[in-house]
């Protein structure tokens, strides 16, 4: 899929060292428990590649059209860990830093969304995010979603404790 600055597809090889890079970093890790491995994001990726294998979607890979750099992933995935408003399919993005501040989120998630609703047929998409994560919130805004605070919930993956435990959900209609 394209946008009019994006590519958005499946992973290469090539897309594993500047996306480890980047999930390395703790900027663009801050509003996550901790950054990632090496290890860690090579088995990412192929939890992502697994997915579109099983569900035709997933997270693409983002290359700039100019440059043909990765600049980070904007997708789906199916969730499916214990909350109450699960399973649900969730529209997610994560960049690196020098594509912060470009509109790149909003540009490739506007993207995901329309797969969404007129490729995948799903009938709702959700976002989460720790409540402190304005910058994924503003994207989230700007999709059309809403949020109903009665559905802000406790990460079951982020430990007890953590000051990011605490999630905002978003969602989005099929219009």
Do not use: C, K
């Not at 992933?73 to 690196?96: C, K, N, S």
């Amino acid at each position: 899929m394209e946008t009019e600055r994006l590519i958005m597809r499946r992973w290469r090889d090539a897309d594993r060292a500047p996306f480890a890079e980047m999930n390395a970093d703790p900027e663009v890790m801050r509003h996550f428990p901790a950054p990632l491995t090496r290890s860690q994001s090579d088995a990412m990726v192929d939890r992502i590649e697994r997915h579109f294998d099983l569900r035709g979607y997933g997270l693409w890979a983002l290359e700039e059209r100019s440059t043909g750099r990765f600049v980070g992933f904007t997708g789906l995935a199916l969730q499916t860990f214990e909350a109450p408003f699960l399973p649900a399919v969730e529209i997610g993005w994560r960049l690196a830093r020098p594509a912060w501040g470009r509109g790149y989120a909003t540009e490739a998630a506007l993207e995901a969304v329309r797969y969404a609703f007129d490729e995948a047929g799903l009938d709702e998409i959700v976002s989460m995010t720790a409540v402190g994560n304005a910058r994924s919130r503003a994207v989230m805004e700007r999709l059309g979603m809403t949020r109903d605070p009665a559905d802000d919930f406790d990460h079951p993956r982020v430990p007890p404790g953590d000051p990011l435990r605490r999630h905002v959900l978003y969602r989005l209609q099929r219009p």
